[in-house]
């Protein structure tokens, strides 16, 4: 399918590493992160749209790294180098929208994260962030619903998190840690604490909210 693309970029604003994502609320369209561009695929209809903007200010060394997540017609795209503390978060309709800048429905600039992609669990986005902050967003609005952090430690988080049986897991680089949040009420904070045990692994309890 013929979509005209030639993008000019920063240094390195060409590079993605985020995984593409077959949308099953638009019969099978392709949704691609690259480019600086979110990119709609139908192959069937043929059609392409794009959203763009996503480094205006033109920064150097920003590839896409954290792939998107999907909820609904909603996709949040992490962008930018949290790493260094240049953090973007966008909320991109994936529906029947009128393309263009007209399909982002909220950015921020003060959360997001560089290479864990974040994860959605019942109606909302849970992002662990390059130094192991923790932010429970609302995908509808972008707000955020509650903060919290893993202790700090000399290695950043590099594996994306996964949720299973009620937990967050998030994985440190250091060697054998890992990490886990226990999520009973989702909508409501922690309060998290760390229980320590002898074995190389750290576990995040919560008291009542």
């Known amino acids: 399918m013929e979509s005209g693309r030639n993008y000019e970029t920063p240094v390195e604003g060409d590079h993605s590493y985020a995984t593409p994502i077959v949308l099953r609320q ?38 896409t790294v954290a792939s998107p997540v999907v909820l609904g017609d909603l996709a949040i795209v992490p962008y930018g ?37 974040p994860v959605a669990h019942k109606g909302l986005v849970y992002v662990v962030r390059d ?10 609005t972008g707000r955020t619903v509650w903060s919290d952090a893993f202790p700090k430690s000399s ?9 299973a049986d009620g937990k967050l897991y998030a994985r440190a680089r250091t060697a054998w840690c890992s990490s886990l949040v226990w999520m009973g009420n989702s ?16 576990c ?4 009542d909210c």
């Open 131 to 140: 130094r192991g902050e923790v932010d429970c967003i609302e995908p509808a």
């Open 187 to 202: 909508r409501c904070s922690p309060k998290m604490q760390w229980a320590k045990k002898s074995w190389p692994r750290r």
């Open 81 to 117: 180098r949290a790493d260094r503390g240049q953090p973007r978060l966008h909320g991109i309709k994936i529906g029947d929208h009128p393309g263009g800048s007209e399909r982002r429905i909220w950015k921020r600039d003060d959360t997001g994260t560089f290479v864990p992609t």
């Open 26 to 63: 638009t019969g099978g369209a392709i949704a691609v992160v690259g480019g600086e561009h979110v990119s709609l695929h139908d192959p069937a209809r043929q059609e392409f749209v794009d959203c763009g903007d996503f480094n205006p200010e033109q920064r150097r060394n920003w590839p």
């Open 155 to 163: 290695a950043n988080f590099y594996a994306s998190p996964v949720i």
């Open 204 to 207: 995040l309890l919560p008291t």
